[in-house]
């Protein structure tokens, strides 16, 4: 396989002689590859390999360093970093990966083996991602080469152009103005965090059974009432847990009957006419 036509016929054609060190003549064509399976730039070979149309088991990796270090001898100083760098993790990778895929593909029993294979993946990911990295800088440095070609206006505007200028509409006069500018510069409130809620009166269940006690014999005898009649007027919370729990005083004390048609309904109470049998104290 080669990456480009054969090499004695093509200098033939031009009426030049390859050469021997394996890179073309012209040092802007980059590093060129020469082997018995594969003739053409070093990126080529990276892309047959990657397409899997060339096994890396059948590329002469030291035959490759041995021409990178002539075509880098060649050119002396003009050589990059980058491209030192680059060919450098690549060759890299490559041996490591030929060296994992010349292992046994069959049963393996050793963890040791076993382990390599995998690295054998992780290493064609590396490859995937020089290729990916490679191609990214490429497009950065189109663009960069575009924006170098684009220049902001740094001039003002011209009269001609001044007097196409809508003229601004803002839909109020000058004494609405004044009052939206009132408000938005009037300082803001202090935000305050209540606590009230934590420090709630304490709510005496004797005093709430008496006023109970007071509301049903108003009614009368026998005359029913819901508990949420009985707590309509209550104005926190801990009123209403502290009827309830006077209510329950009243009933243990046979001072008032309790109604209720199903789970969870309509509570009703009544007076039964009589005086708690017992004190009703606080919980």
Do not use: W
């Given at each position: 396989m080669t990456g480009?036509?054969?090499?004695?016929?093509?200098?033939?054609?031009?009426?030049?002689?390859?050469?021997?060190?394996?890179?073309?003549?012209?040092?802007?064509a980059g590093f060129q590859v020469r082997l018995s399976n594969f003739e053409g730039p070093f990126d080529l070979l990276l892309q047959l390999i990657?397409?899997?149309?060339?096994?890396?088991t059948e590329v002469a990796l030291h035959q490759v360093t041995d021409d990178f270090i002539a075509y880098t001898?060649?050119?002396?100083?003009?050589?990059?970093?980058?491209?030192?760098?680059?060919?450098?993790?690549?060759?890299?990778?490559?041996?490591d990966l030929k060296a994992a895929r010349l292992l046994p593909a069959g049963q393996?029993?050793?963890?040791?083996?076993?382990?390599?294979?995998?690295?054998?993946?992780?290493?064609?990911?590396?490859?995937?991602?020089?290729?990916?990295?490679?191609?990214?800088?490429?497009?950065?440095?189109?663009?960069?080469?575009?924006?170098?070609?684009s220049y902001p206006r740094s001039v003002s505007l011209e009269e001609r152009f001044a007097g196409l200028l809508p003229e601004v509409m803002l839909g109020v006069d000058?004494?609405?103005?004044?009052?939206?500018?009132?408000?938005?510069?009037?300082?803001?409130p202090v935000p305050t965090v209540a606590t009230g809620h934590l420090h709630d009166p304490q709510v005496s269940v004797p005093e709430q059974a008496r006023l109970l006690l007071a509301i049903l014999e108003t009614r009368g005898v026998g005359q029913w009432?819901?508990?949420?009649?009985?707590?309509?007027?209550?104005?926190?919370?801990?009123?209403?847990v502290?009827?309830?729990?006077?209510?329950?005083?009243?009933?243990?004390?046979?001072?008032?009957?309790?109604?209720?048609s199903e789970p969870l309904g309509v509570l009703q109470i009544s007076w039964t006419g009589k005086r708690p049998t017992s004190e009703v104290r606080d919980q």
């Open positions: 480009t036509t054969n090499g004695s016929q093509h200098d033939t054609e031009h009426g030049r002689k390859a050469p021997k060190n394996g890179f073309s003549d012209s040092h802007s990657f397409a899997h149309r060339l096994d890396v001898r060649e050119i002396g100083p003009q050589l990059g970093l980058e491209e030192t760098t680059a060919f450098l993790v690549v060759a890299a990778t490559l041996l393996v029993d050793d963890e040791e083996d076993l382990a390599l294979l995998e690295v054998r993946d992780l290493l064609f990911a590396r490859l995937l991602q020089y290729r990916a990295f490679k191609h990214v800088a490429e497009m950065f440095a189109e663009l960069e080469a575009t924006a170098l070609r000058a004494a609405r103005f004044a009052e939206i500018a009132a408000v938005a510069f009037t300082p803001r009432a819901t508990f949420s009649e009985l707590v309509a007027d209550c104005q926190a919370s801990m009123e209403v502290g009827r309830f729990l006077a209510l329950l005083e009243l009933y243990r004390g046979r001072a008032v009957a309790f109604e209720q």
